[in-house]
C-alpha cells in the first residue's frame, strides 16, 4: 500500500523554484475562480515589523538573510539591491540582470555570458566572476540556477546544445555534461525540489527530410551530477515556460489546439488539468506551495492593473481556482520553499511570503515588506444634502464627493417607503472629486416625498477596494390636493367605458413647451358602478389625496390615499347622495384647512358637506348655501384660484357660460363673476391642484375638442390662462369621467 507523503511533512527539505524572474506581461483574463475558501490568519509579527519597499521593485531572489530586487533608478537604469532582515539595502553593482537561486547566493549578470556569484552570508568574501564562454564555448548562456549551481545550455554542431552544471567553488569546483548526445535544441531548469531540478528539453526528432520538434519533461539529481533522466513528453510547451516540482507534484504549461493548459502530475492520483481561457494565455506557474499551485499573469510593479494571483487545492480533485493575492508582479523562491510574491493583498501593496498552511491547504500569506501604498479608495469628503426641497423643478440637486483615487463613481438613491430607485452615474472618466446631479425623478416620474437612503460607491479602473459611503435625506414639497402618489405633481384621474380607472402623472413642469403625462397607471376595474367619481383632497388625515364616489344607488364611498398611487378598501360613508345632480370636492372652503364638499341638488339647492379629517365619517351634517343652483351643469371646486379667505368655485351654465364663486371663508360665496364663454365644448372641468407649480391651483378642461390646463393668474375678472398639452390626446372620447 502506497502512502501520500503531504507536502507539508517535508517541511524545509522540500525547496520550489522556479526561474521567472521579476517577469511582467500584458493584462490578461484569468479564467473564472470560486471564491477563496476560509484561510488562516496572515500577519502577526512579521508583518507589523514590515520594512519598507520602493514601488517599482520586482523580488529576484530569496535567501536565509535577505532577499535581491531589481528597480529602476531615476535614469531607468535597472538598480539590483540585496535587502537584508533588518531593512537595510545592500546595492549589488555590476550588473542589470538577477536570477532566482533560493538561497543566499546572488547571482548576477548583464545578459552576456559573464556570471558573478556573490555569497551574502560572507560579505567579506570576493565575488565569484564566471565568463561562460570561456568555461563552455561561445554562445554558452545560463537556463537555471539553485544556490551556487549554474546550469549552462552549451552549442555544438548541427545547431544542438548540451546542458552542463557548473558549480565556481574554489578547489571543489565542478563542470559536469548533464546531457548525452542527443539533438537537443534547448534547455530550461523551472524548478527544484531536493536534490532534483525539473527540466524542460526540446528535441529534433529527424526521418529522412522531415522533422518534428518534441517537448519533453527531464529531472535531473544535481547534488549528484547524474545525467538527464527523461520524465515524459508533453504537448507543445508555450513560450518561456515555466513549471513546479515537489515530491508530489510536477507542474508545467502546455500549449493546446483549444488553448493553453496548466498540467499537473500527482503522485498516485490522475494528472489535474487547469484550463486558461483564450484570455489566459500568459499564465505563469509560480510555485506550489504544500498542495496549492499558484499561478497568474503578472503585471507591471507599479501598476494598478487588475493581475491576480491565483490558488488551486491540487489534492482535492474538484477543487477550484481562487484569487489569494489582488495582484502580483515577480515571484522568488526561499531556502525553506516558501514563495515570495511581490503584490497585493487586501490593497496593501509590498513583498509577501506564501508558505503552507498548518490548518489547511490555503497558503498562510505574511507581509514582509510594504511600499506603504494602498490601493482602496477611501472617502475623504462629501457635500450631501439631508434636505431636498423639489418644489421647483428644473434645479438639479447636487451630490459631491472627495475620494483619494480616481475612481468610477456612482449613487444610488432608494425611497425608504416604496423601494423605488434611481442611480446616478459620476462623470464618464474617473476622478478625485465626482459630482452628481439629479432633476428629482425616479423613473421618468417626480419622486415621492419622504425618507430616502443614499448609497455612494467608486470603483478603482485597476485593483483596490471600492470606496463606499451611505446617508439618509428627505425630499420635501408642498402638499397638492391632486397627489395620489406623495411626488407633488397632479395626478389625474380618468375612467373609460369598461369602467377601470387610471391614473396619468403628470410632470411638475412643462415638457417641450407643454404640460403631460409622465406615465399611466390602471389604478384597477369596476369604476362603471359609480356615478361620481370625485378628487376629494386630504379629507382623512393622511398626507396624501383621497376620493369619494357615490354609485347607482345613492351610498356615497370614501377610498383612502395610499400614497403609492392606489387606494385603501372603500369605506361606506351614508346613503340618499341620488338625490344631488352635481357634487363637487377637494376645495377648503371653510379656511379651515380641511377639504371640503359642495353638492346641487334636483331642486338647484347647494348644501356643504364641511371636512372633518375622520375615514369614517369624513363630512360632518350638510348645511344649506342657497338654491338656484339648477342653472349649471358642471361645478368644480377649483381652490384658491383669486386670492380670497377660502377656496373657490367655478359653475358652468346650461349655455356655455363659466362663473366664479369666491369662498368667503365661511362655507359660503361672495357674489359670482363671469369668466367667459364657450366651456360647453368640454365634457368635465376639473380642478387639478397646481399643474404649472406657481403656488395657485388650475383648472383641466376635457373634451372631444380636445384638452387644455387652464393656468389660474390669481386675478378675479381673468383668473385662467389656456396652455396647450399633450394630456389625452386623440382620447377626447375615451373617456366617460375625469377628476
Given at each position: 500500500m502506497k502512502h501520500r507523503i503531504s507536502g507539508r511533512r517535508l517541511a524545509a527539505a522540500v525547496l520550489t523554484l522556479s526561474t521567472v524572474t521579476a517577469v511582467t506581461g500584458t493584462l490578461v483574463t484569468v479564467p473564472a475562480v470560486a471564491a477563496v475558501p476560509a484561510a488562516t490568519a496572515a500577519a502577526g509579527a512579521e508583518a507589523a515589523d514590515a520594512a519598507t519597499l520602493p514601488v517599482d521593485a520586482d523580488v529576484v531572489s530569496v535567501g536565509d538573510t535577505g532577499y535581491l530586487t531589481s528597480r529602476k533608478d531615476a535614469d531607468g537604469k535597472t538598480v539590483l539591491e540585496w535587502r537584508k532582515a533588518d531593512g537595510s539595502a545592500e546595492p549589488v553593482g555590476g550588473a542589470t540582470v538577477g536570477h532566482d537561486s533560493a538561497s543566499d547566493f546572488v547571482v548576477t549578470g548583464e545578459g552576456g555570458s559573464t556570471i558573478t556569484v556573490r555569497d551574502m552570508t560572507a560579505p567579506a568574501a570576493p565575488p565569484v566572476t564566471v565568463d561562460l564562454a570561456t568555461e563552455f564555448a561561445a554562445g554558452a548562456k545560463l537556463v537555471g540556477v539553485i544556490g551556487r549551481d549554474l546550469f549552462v545550455q552549451v552549442p555544438r554542431a548541427g545547431n544542438y546544445h548540451d546542458l552542463w552544471l557548473y558549480t565556481p567553488n574554489g578547489e571543489q569546483t565542478r563542470k559536469v555534461q548533464l546531457s548525452g548526445y542527443g539533438n537537443h535544441l534547448s534547455f530550461k531548469v523551472v524548478a527544484s525540489a531536493g536534490n532534483k531540478a525539473l527540466v524542460l528539453v526540446t528535441t529534433r526528432y529527424e526521418s529522412g527530410v522531415t522533422f518534428r520538434n518534441q517537448d519533453s519533461l527531464a529531472l535531473v539529481d544535481f547534488v549528484h551530477g547524474t545525467p538527464l533522466q527523461h520524465?515524459?513528453?508533453?504537448?507543445?510547451?508555450?513560450?518561456?515556460?515555466?513549471?513546479?516540482?515537489?515530491?508530489?507534484?510536477?507542474?508545467?504549461?502546455?500549449?493546446?489546439?483549444?488553448?493553453?493548459?496548466?498540467?499537473?502530475?500527482?503522485?498516485?492520483?490522475?494528472?489535474?488539468?487547469?484550463?486558461?481561457?483564450?484570455?489566459?494565455?500568459?499564465?505563469?506557474?509560480?510555485?506550489?506551495?504544500?498542495?496549492?499551485?499558484?499561478?497568474?499573469?503578472?503585471?507591471?510593479?507599479?501598476?494598478?492593473?487588475?493581475?491576480?494571483?491565483?490558488?488551486?487545492?491540487?489534492?482535492?480533485?474538484?477543487?477550484?481556482?481562487?484569487?489569494?493575492?489582488?495582484?502580483?508582479?515577480?515571484?522568488?523562491?526561499?531556502?525553506?520553499?516558501?514563495?515570495?510574491?511581490?503584490?497585493?493583498?487586501?490593497?496593501?501593496?509590498?513583498?509577501?511570503?506564501?508558505?503552507?498552511?498548518?490548518?489547511?491547504?490555503?497558503?498562510?500569506?505574511?507581509?514582509?515588506?510594504?511600499?506603504?501604498?494602498?490601493?482602496?479608495?477611501?472617502?475623504?469628503?462629501?457635500?450631501?444634502?439631508?434636505?431636498?426641497?423639489?418644489?421647483?423643478?428644473?434645479?438639479?440637486?447636487?451630490?459631491?464627493w472627495t475620494i483619494s483615487r480616481s475612481a468610477f463613481a456612482m449613487v444610488t438613491l432608494t425611497h425608504v417607503a416604496t423601494g423605488r430607485t434611481i442611480t446616478l452615474p459620476g462623470p464618464e472618466d474617473r476622478s478625485t472629486n465626482p459630482v452628481m446631479e439629479w432633476d428629482g425623478t425616479i423613473d421618468g416620474t417626480s419622486a415621492p416625498n419622504g425618507a430616502y437612503t443614499w448609497q455612494f460607491v467608486a470603483i478603482p479602473g485597476g485593483i483596490g477596494s471600492a470606496a463606499r459611503a451611505s446617508g439618509t435625506f428627505q425630499v420635501t414639497r408642498q402638499a397638492n390636493p391632486h397627489d395620489y402618489n406623495d411626488n407633488g405633481s397632479t395626478d389625474l384621474l380618468a375612467r373609460d367605458s369598461s369602467g377601470t380607472l387610471w391614473r396619468d402623472d403628470l410632470f411638475d413642469g412643462p415638457v417641450d413647451g407643454q404640460y403631460k403625462s409622465a406615465g399611466r397607471t390602471a389604478v384597477g376595474g369596476g369604476w362603471q358602478t359609480y356615478k361620481h367619481i370625485e378628487a376629494a383632497g386630504n379629507i382623512a388625515g393622511t398626507p396624501n389625496g383621497d376620493l369619494v364616489a357615490v354609485d347607482n344607488a345613492g351610498s356615497l364611498y370614501h377610498y383612502l390615499g395610499k400614497g403609492d398611487g392606489s387606494f385603501g378598501k372603500r369605506v361606506l360613508v351614508g346613503g340618499g347622495w341620488q338625490n344631488y345632480r352635481q357634487i363637487t370636492a377637494g376645495s377648503d372652503l371653510d379656511g379651515d384647512g380641511r377639504a371640503d364638499l359642495v353638492a346641487s341638488d334636483a331642486s338647484g339647492v347647494l348644501w356643504f358637506y364641511k371636512g372633518t379629517g375622520d375615514t369614517v365619517q369624513p363630512?360632518?351634517?350638510?348645511?344649506?348655501?342657497?338654491?338656484?343652483?339648477?342653472?349649471?351643469?358642471?361645478?368644480?371646486?377649483?381652490?384658491?384660484?383669486?386670492?380670497?379667505?377660502?377656496?373657490?368655485?367655478?359653475?358652468?351654465?346650461?349655455?356655455?357660460?363659466?362663473?366664479?364663486y369666491q369662498g368667503n371663508g365661511r362655507g359660503n360665496f361672495t357674489a359670482r363673476v363671469r369668466i367667459g364663454g364657450g366651456w360647453n365644448a368640454f365634457t368635465q372641468l376639473v380642478g387639478a391642484g397646481d399643474i404649472t407649480n406657481d403656488g395657485r391651483p388650475d383648472l383641466v378642461a376635457y373634451g372631444a375638442g380636445g384638452t387644455y390646463v387652464y393656468r389660474s393668474t390669481g386675478t378675479v375678472s381673468a383668473p385662467f390662462q389656456r396652455l396647450t398639452t399633450g394630456l389625452y390626446a386623440s382620447e377626447g372620447a375615451t373617456f366617460n369621467s375625469v377628476a
Open positions: 520524465e515524459r513528453d508533453t504537448g507543445k510547451l508555450v513560450t518561456d515556460a515555466s513549471g513546479a516540482l515537489t515530491h508530489d507534484y510536477i507542474a508545467r504549461v502546455e500549449a493546446r489546439a483549444e488553448g493553453n493548459r496548466i498540467i499537473v502530475d500527482r503522485a498516485g492520483k490522475l494528472p489535474k488539468e487547469i484550463r486558461l481561457d483564450s484570455h489566459s494565455q500568459k499564465a505563469v506557474i509560480v510555485g506550489i506551495v504544500g498542495d496549492v499551485l499558484l499561478y497568474g499573469v503578472p503585471g507591471e510593479a507599479a501598476g494598478d492593473a487588475v493581475n491576480p494571483l491565483y490558488a488551486v487545492d491540487l489534492y482535492k480533485s474538484d477543487a477550484q481556482p481562487y484569487e489569494l493575492l489582488e495582484r502580483f508582479s515577480s515571484v522568488a523562491h526561499a531556502p525553506d520553499g516558501a514563495v515570495h510574491v511581490r503584490g497585493v493583498e487586501n490593497d496593501v501593496d509590498g513583498l509577501y511570503r506564501l508558505f503552507d498552511g498548518v490548518q489547511g491547504s490555503v497558503p498562510v500569506v505574511t507581509e514582509v515588506a510594504s511600499t506603504g501604498r494602498n490601493f482602496a479608495v477611501t472617502v475623504v469628503g462629501s457635500k450631501v444634502p439631508t434636505t431636498v426641497d423639489l418644489q421647483q423643478p428644473g434645479t438639479p440637486v447636487r451630490w459631491e363630512y360632518a351634517k350638510r348645511v344649506r348655501v342657497g338654491g338656484g343652483w339648477q342653472q349649471y351643469n358642471q361645478l368644480t371646486a377649483v381652490g384658491n384660484i383669486a386670492g380670497s379667505a377660502a377656496g373657490d368655485l367655478v359653475a358652468r351654465g346650461t349655455d356655455g357660460v363659466l362663473w366664479l
